[in-house]
């Protein structure tokens, strides 16, 4: 115990002694955490630039532009021709084309069906989708307007013509994001990803510290011994910066939490864990301060696509699929909407953090390659 404490000590002293190493200990977590809620902080995209291009030119196109226009969501420019707003399109300047035909309102008048051609950039996922429901529900709603008074016009009671236009009525409902709000939805995954690049970062500079040029052990006690002292010191520093992420999310923004947050906090306990396994096996593999960093972030740099948040994780290829496997956050991530969506109790979550099961194979191979970094760094002495 003594010399753990003397290691925790050397480590506290070294942590001091490195701007960068406390920086990211320090407000580099907190100023990137507050940047991206800042970045979603608007909750719905608003004002989405969207071409039109009406060969119509007559009330009904304008009236359907106007209705468009009123939709928060969207911000319509006017183009004279489809070719130009289909370049704007491919310079991103707007992220849909909608095209009134000519003749649009005789083809509804006399009983025609003409087409109203509506084109978007579904590169762009989310803002794809949005525009698509938003554009398709501001057009119905103003041509349903239009169909009502042609019912009217036709003799058609009044108390009628809603049941006529619309028979079956549905209702879409958000189970747990009722406001379709972005910063409950990608907010959480993309915090988490960015912590888990971090701990990656901070557990790397530390364990390189240990390394001589020739990539042997700096003497001094046994490689285990340092290990857990790094363990242990920063272990609940990242766990304080993983409870600052819920303390703003779901305390002082007030997003619907359904579960406990303690629960959280012990999810995020194992997933450093794992995260810590992960870092020590590309140490000891490389054992190249540059390389080790190159790798982390290489490996874990895309973690927040292989969550399965915005793409559903049994559509991915199947190498994605194991490749996901290797990603503590993408453990995490699925007792996060467990805790948070359904309230689940500690025996779910207990049940789900067995998923970890896989990175216990990493601690044999950890053994090995510390005896043969030990052995190639003869002057080092187990004082632990």
Avoid at 76 to 82: E, R
Avoid at 83 to 97: L, P
Avoid at 251 to 264: D, K, T
Avoid at 323 to 346: E, K, N, T
Wanted: with cysteine; net charge positive.
């Amino acid at each position: 115990m003594t010399g753990l404490i003397a290691l925790i000590k050397r480590e506290l002293h070294a942590l001091w002694r490195s701007p960068w190493q406390l920086a990211l200990v320090s407000y580099i977590p907190i100023l990137s955490i507050l940047c991206l809620w800042w970045l979603f902080s608007a909750g719905l995209p608003r004002q989405l630039p969207v071409a039109i291009v009406d060969h119509d030119n007559s009330q009904l196109s304008r009236m359907l532009g106007r209705k468009l226009q009123a939709n928060p969501v969207i911000s319509p420019q006017s183009f004279v021709d489809l070719s130009s707003a289909v370049t704007a399109m491919k310079q991103a300047e707007v992220y849909g084309i909608i095209v009134f035909p000519y003749e649009l309102k005789r083809d509804l008048v006399t009983g025609h069906s003409p087409t109203i051609d509506i084109r978007y950039n579904s590169q762009f996922l989310l803002v794809g989708k949005l525009l698509s429901s938003q554009v398709q529900m501001t057009l119905g709603a103003g041509l349903l307007e239009v169909a009502g008074v042609k019912l009217l016009l036709q003799g058609v009671p009044e108390s009628k013509v809603s049941v006529n236009l619309s028979p079956v009525k549905s209702q879409t409902t958000a189970l747990f994001n009722r406001n379709n709000n972005y910063v409950g939805f990608l907010v959480p995954p993309v915090l988490v990803a960015l912590w888990q690049l971090l701990a990656m970062l901070i557990f790397s500079n530390s364990l390189s510290r240990e390394l001589t040029s020739e990539g042997g052990l700096v003497p001094g006690a046994g490689v285990w011994s340092r290990v857990l002292a790094k363990m242990v010191l920063f272990t609940p520093i990242l766990l304080m910066h993983g409870g600052f992420i819920l303390a703003l999310l779901y305390l002082y923004l007030g997003l619907p939490a359904a579960g406990s947050l303690a629960l959280l906090m012990l999810a995020q306990f194992v997933m450093l864990l794992a995260v810590w396994l992960l870092v020590l096996l590309v140490f000891f593999i490389m054992r190249d301060s540059a390389r080790i960093v190159s790798f982390g972030t290489a490996m874990f740099a895309p973690a927040f696509a292989f969550m399965g948040i915005t793409f559903p994780v049994h559509e991915m290829p199947l190498v994605a699929q194991w490749w996901r496997l290797i990603m503590p956050s993408s453990h995490y991530v699925d007792s996060h909407v467990s805790i948070i969506s359904y309230g689940a109790p500690w025996q779910t979550i207990a049940l789900q953090l067995t998923s970890y099961w896989g990175f216990l194979l990493i601690i044999p191979v950890l053994v090995l390659l510390s005896r043969r970094l030990e052995r190639a760094s003869p002057s080092c002495e187990n004082i632990a």
